[in-house]
């Protein structure tokens, strides 16, 4: 039985200094912390009342969550994922980085992470005010972001054509940029990382 083993008696042992006597001990401290942060101190103050296979299950469903809460607050609340989170509003694993090959997948990874010299990022660097990070090769005065070059330049009015889908070429809105970047077609998804490559070829910061 698991009560039998030297482990377990010793940890029951180490509990009650802890909780009594005022024993320090990082490792108690740090999983007490735990049940406290997932609302469970019940549980550690219990500890016996309930099966080990329950907590564990419990544990891991409660830091799930506030992980994906902590990854949602992060991404609405930065200025860096405006564009993001157009097309990104749900923790889940993402179909394009398994349906193209390495070397098409990563030119969206770093579009849709902001892994790019965009003035929008490169702006960034620089400590330049958001509003003035404006594209630097068309006459539009927009803020040369993701979204800027991918439906609105009037520079990549040619390869748009080439390489998007119809409902890309006119009237530019939120609601077809997350139907693009949220595409499972293959062919869509090539085409895409092709576009983004060349629009990461010619929009280069001076200097």
Same mark, same amino acid.
């Given at each position: 039985?698991?009560?039998?083993?030297?482990?377990?008696?010793?940890?029951?042992?180490?509990?009650?200094?802890?909780?009594?006597? &005022?024993?320090?001990?990082?490792?108690?401290?740090?999983?007490?912390?735990?049940? $406290?942060?997932? &609302?469970?101190?019940?549980?550690?103050?219990?500890?016996? #009342?309930?099966? @080990?296979?329950? *907590?564990?299950?419990?544990?891991?469903?409660?830091?799930? $969550?506030?992980?994906? !809460?902590?990854?949602?607050?992060?991404?609405?609340?930065?200025?860096? /994922?405006?564009?993001?989170? *157009?097309?990104?509003?749900?923790?889940?694993?993402?179909?394009?980085?398994?349906?193209?090959? /390495?070397?098409?997948?990563?030119?969206?990874?770093?579009? =849709?992470? &902001?892994?790019?010299?965009?003035?929008?990022?490169?702006?960034?660097?620089?400590?330049? !005010?958001?509003?003035?990070? @404006?594209?630097?090769?068309?006459?539009?005065?927009?803020?040369?972001?993701?979204?800027?070059?991918?439906?609105?330049?009037?520079?990549?009015?040619?390869?748009?054509?080439?390489?998007?889908?119809?409902?890309? !070429?006119?009237?530019?809105? @939120?609601?077809?940029?997350?139907?693009?970047?949220?595409? @499972? $077609? *293959?062919?869509?998804?090539?085409?895409?990382? =092709?576009?983004?490559? #060349?629009?990461?070829?010619?929009?280069?910061?001076? &200097?």
């Amino acid at each position: 039985m698991v009560e039998e083993k030297i482990s377990s008696i010793l940890y029951k042992l180490l509990f009650v200094y802890f909780e009594n006597y &005022g024993f320090e001990s990082k490792w108690l401290k740090f999983v007490k912390s735990i049940f $406290d942060n997932c &609302g469970l101190s019940n549980v550690w103050r219990s500890q016996s #009342h309930f099966s @080990t296979e329950w *907590i564990e299950n419990c544990v891991e469903l409660r830091l799930k $969550d506030q992980f994906k !809460q902590e990854w949602s607050s992060d991404i609405f609340n930065s200025s860096k /994922t405006i564009c993001y989170r *157009i097309f990104k509003n749900e923790f889940c694993f993402e179909r394009y980085l398994s349906l193209l090959p /390495t070397y098409l997948m990563y030119y969206i990874c770093k579009f =849709r992470c &902001g892994c790019h010299r965009l003035p929008i990022e490169s702006g960034r660097w620089h400590k330049i !005010q958001r509003d003035e990070r @404006t594209c630097i090769i068309c006459n539009s005065n927009e803020i040369g972001d993701e979204y800027h070059y991918i439906l609105v330049c009037n520079f990549f009015s040619s390869e748009r054509k080439k390489l998007l889908p119809k409902y890309c !070429q006119k009237n530019a809105n @939120t609601a077809k940029f997350n139907q693009l970047f949220s595409s @499972t $077609d *293959i062919i869509v998804l090539e085409k895409l990382a =092709r576009f983004i490559k #060349h629009v990461l070829s010619i929009v280069v910061p001076p &200097g």
